[in-house]
């Protein structure tokens, strides 16, 4: 009997092990490169889904000129304010896309340009707060004619 | 050569939320083409760009290569008195440009 126990109490303790690894890990596993230049912005915070709004067209005709926007649900007061906005992708030469600073004196957490796609891939906007936690959305985008890294001038 | 176009209201109310656009003429040539004869064209893009408001910033941004030619950037700010924009954007190869918009606050 007390071995069955022993044996119980370590099957619930790996499971509960599981379940905790399974929270610590990304939604879906990104490229290397593209975790690295998140950990250089966050560095070992946790980031977590939610807050941010990215707008890509799912599917774009050009990949050179693609318009985003990125939006993040915030009061804007001085003592809860979005300070800055970081984009990523999966499959660019570079991981990096831009970093948008902003204030409480912005009003509204929202910046919008437009962007370059090598590839149909995954974009992610991550923000940070003036809270020191960070958020994300992302989103998977399908390019038919690819920004061309590789083109011939 | 560059110019810039900047779309920011004459006129607001105080403490009115507004959207101020800009758009700065720039190849933004990535560093990741090459010509025919095989030769890497060299980087050439706007690295950053800074929107200041009677002196004091309200807004920055870095930009990397994948952020499409002639840079387009939309943001929003909170007015509370007139005064002046003032844009500044700078590049690789000495790249500097600047502009600037006025707006009066009622």
Same mark, same amino acid.
């Given at each position: 009997?007390?071995?069955?126990?022993?044996?119980?109490?370590?099957? =619930?303790?790996? !499971?509960?092990? =599981?379940?905790?690894?399974?929270?610590?890990?990304? $939604?879906?596993?990104?490229?290397?490169?593209?975790? $690295? $230049?998140?950990?250089?912005?966050?560095?070992?915070?946790?980031?977590?889904?939610?807050?941010?709004?990215?707008?890509?067209?799912?599917?774009?005709?050009? !990949?050179?000129?693609?318009?985003?926007?990125?939006?993040? =649900?915030?009061?804007?007061?001085?003592?809860?304010?979005?300070?800055?906005?970081?984009?990523?992708?999966?499959?660019?030469?570079?991981?990096?896309? !831009?970093?948008?600073?902003?204030?409480?004196?912005?009003?509204?957490?929202?910046?919008?340009?437009?962007?370059?796609?090598?590839?149909?891939?995954?974009?992610?906007?991550?923000?940070?707060?003036?809270? !020191?936690?960070?958020?994300?959305?992302?989103?998977?985008?399908?390019?038919?004619?690819?920004?061309?890294?590789?083109?011939?001038? | 050569?560059? #110019? /810039?176009?900047?779309?920011?209201?004459?006129? /607001?109310?105080?403490? +009115?939320?507004? +959207?101020?656009? @800009?758009?700065? #003429?720039?190849?933004?040539? &990535?560093?990741?083409?090459? @010509?025919?004869?095989?030769?890497? %064209?060299?980087?050439?893009?706007? &690295?950053?760009?800074?929107?200041?408001?009677?002196?004091? +910033?309200?807004?920055?941004?870095?930009?990397?290569?994948?952020?499409?030619?002639?840079?387009?950037? #939309?943001?929003? &700010?909170? %007015? &509370?008195?007139?005064?002046?924009? +003032?844009?500044?954007?700078?590049?690789?190869?000495?790249? /500097?440009?600047?502009?600037?918009?006025?707006?009066? %606050?009622?």
């Amino acid at each position: 009997m007390h071995d069955q126990s022993t044996r119980r109490d370590f099957i =619930a303790l790996a !499971g509960s092990a =599981a379940v905790f690894a399974v929270t610590l890990r990304p $939604a879906e596993a990104t490229p290397a490169s593209m975790a $690295a $230049a998140i950990r250089s912005v966050v560095g070992g915070e946790p980031v977590k889904t939610g807050k941010v709004k990215l707008d890509v067209p799912p599917l774009v005709e050009n !990949g050179n000129t693609v318009p985003m926007t990125v939006s993040v =649900a915030s009061p804007m007061a001085p003592e809860d304010h979005v300070k800055s906005i970081h984009v990523f992708n999966e499959k660019n030469p570079q991981p990096n896309m !831009g970093n948008f600073y902003l204030g409480p004196q912005a009003g509204r957490a929202q910046v919008s340009t437009r962007i370059r796609l090598a590839d149909s891939q995954k974009v992610v906007a991550i923000a940070k707060l003036s809270d !020191g936690s960070f958020w994300s959305a992302s989103v998977d985008v399908v390019v038919t004619l690819a920004a061309c890294t590789d083109e011939v001038v | 050569m560059a #110019s /810039a176009l900047i779309n920011v209201p004459a006129k /607001a109310k105080r403490g +009115e939320i507004i +959207e101020i656009k @800009t758009l700065m #003429s720039h190849i933004m040539e &990535t560093g990741y083409r090459h @010509t025919a004869s095989g030769e890497a %064209v060299p980087r050439d893009i706007i &690295t950053s760009f800074i929107c200041r408001f009677n002196g004091s +910033e309200i807004f920055r941004a870095d930009l990397f290569p994948a952020i499409s030619a002639n840079p387009f950037m #939309s943001f929003f &700010t909170t %007015v &509370t008195e007139s005064g002046k924009f +003032e844009f500044e954007w700078v590049g690789d190869n000495g790249f /500097a440009e600047k502009a600037s918009a006025a707006i009066s %606050v009622e």
